[in-house]
Structures are given as structure tokens and as C-alpha cells.
């Protein structure tokens, strides 16, 4: 069945470094969420998006879906400590929604 | 607007021991969800519903029942709990399916 991977794992970064996640299908898709779960707490929804190629921007966050609808990506630009966390993407599959195991960043400060 | 609550927010319970954990949400949504979250595991659907009266299977129902007797609740439980059970479990809704869903804080359990 369909599922949804993310790389890496997990990311150290320095304080001010860059960091990028990569969520990818094996089937096109409709649409992707990303989410951000902070240490202790709960997911929350940060983006969706529908069309091929789009990307969008929310501050210092980057999101991408590729032109075949496969992948997508986040990037943030000089992390800082508040961008600790793990983070999500998450597509439908029929009439559910399969999260990706998620890809915890630290940042060292 | 409270969001999505979830009770309890911890527990504890014995192996073949009973619990129910309970779920509302304040925004009409149709449609919600149970998940667990084991360390590099993710979220993973256990069972959802499209509306009141309505449940689903999602990818690891078993061992787990679910009830929608009303639009604003999510009942889940477990009849005979079991240590590979212990795990931090979400709830969310949605207004409809692949749409923004929103979470509760999440109920940590551990089965001993």
C-alpha cells in the first residue's frame, strides 16, 4: 500500500544553520500537510499543499511539491532553538490520512 | 473555543485491566481520529469516524474498540490492556478528510 517516507531521521544543526526534510511517495498525491510536533507536546498543522511544483513560504519556512506530485520538502533558513521539534508530513491515502514517521531536529545553539 | 481535549492526560494501568479515553471536540468537525506514537514510529491511525454513529478501521485497530454516539465525541477503548499498548495516544478532528486536522495534548499510557 501506499506510503509516505521522510529523510533524515533525525538533524543536528548548529544554531543558524540551514535544515531540509524530504517526504516521498511511492504514488502521486492528491495533496500534502506538514506538521510540527514540539518536544512534549502535540502536532501542529503548518501547510498544505495541492498543486504541482507549488511552494510556499511562511517566514523562514520553505515548502515544495514536486512537479510529479511524489515529494515534497521543508526548508528552514538559519534555524533557531525554536525550531526544535519533529516534523511531519502527512498525505491521504482513500479516506485516511498516512502520516510519515517525521524527522526530529535539534538545534545547538 | 476549547479545541480538542483529551482525558485523562496520564494513566497507568496492569496488564488485562480496562480503560476508556475520552475525546471532544468543539468545532463541528465530522470526522476524527485516534492515533498512537511510539519513539520513530510516527503517528498511527488506530480507528476514525466520518460522523457521528460512524467508525473505521485505521492501520492498528486491534486491541482497541471505538465509539461516535455523539458528533462531539470520540470514545476509545481498550478491553484488555497489554504492555505492548504503552504509548502516547492522540486524538484529532477534521472538518473533512485530508483537510487541517487538529490535536489534542495527547494521553500517555503505560501497560505494566
Redesign the interface.
Known amino acids: 500500500g501506499q506510503q509516505v517516507m521522510q529523510i533524515p ?1 533525525y538533524q543536528h544543526v548548529q544554531e543558524g544553520e540551514d535544515f531540509t526534510t524530504y517526504c516521498n511517495s511511492s504514488t502521486t498525491l ?2 500534502i ?1 506538514w ?1 510540527k510536533q514540539r518536544p512534549g ?5 503548518l501547510i ?1 499543499l495541492v498543486k504541482s511544483g507549488e511552494v510556499k513560504k511562511q517566514k523562514r519556512l520553505t515548502f515544495q511539491f514536486g512537479e510529479a506530485k511524489k515529494n515534497s520538502s521543508l526548508h528552514i533558513t538559519a534555524t533557531q532553538t525554536t525550531d526544535v521539534g519533529t516534523y ?1 508530513c ?1 498525505a ?1 491515502r482513500y ?8 524527522t526530529s531536529l535539534s538545534v545547538i545553539p | 473555543n476549547a479545541g480538542v481535549t483529551q482525558t485523562p492526560k496520564f494513566r497507568v494501568l496492569k496488564t488485562g485491566q480496562s480503560m476508556t479515553l475520552l475525546c471532544a471536540q468543539d468545532m463541528n468537525h465530522e470526522y476524527m ?1 485516534w ?1 498512537r506514537q511510539d519513539p ?6 488506530i480507528h ?1 469516524s ?1 460522523g457521528e454513529g460512524t467508525t ?1 478501521k ?2 492498528v485497530p486491534d486491541g482497541y474498540n471505538v465509539s461516535r454516539l455523539k458528533k462531539q465525541n470520540f470514545l476509545l477503548g481498550l478491553e484488555s490492556a497489554a504492555p505492548s499498548q504503552t504509548s502516547v495516544y ?1 486524538c ?1 478532528s477534521s472538518y473533512s ?10 494521553t500517555r499510557l503505560t501497560v505494566l
Open positions: 531521521q492528491s495533496n500537510q506538521y507536546g502535540h502536532p501542529v498543522f498544505q511531519f502527512a491521504p479516506d485516511k490520512v498516512i502520516f510519515g514517521p517525521g | 481520529y492515533y520513530g514510529m510516527g503517528l498511527r491511525l476514525y466520518v473505521a485505521g492501520e492522540f484529532a478528510m485530508g483537510s487541517e486536522q487538529f490535536f489534542g495534548p495527547g
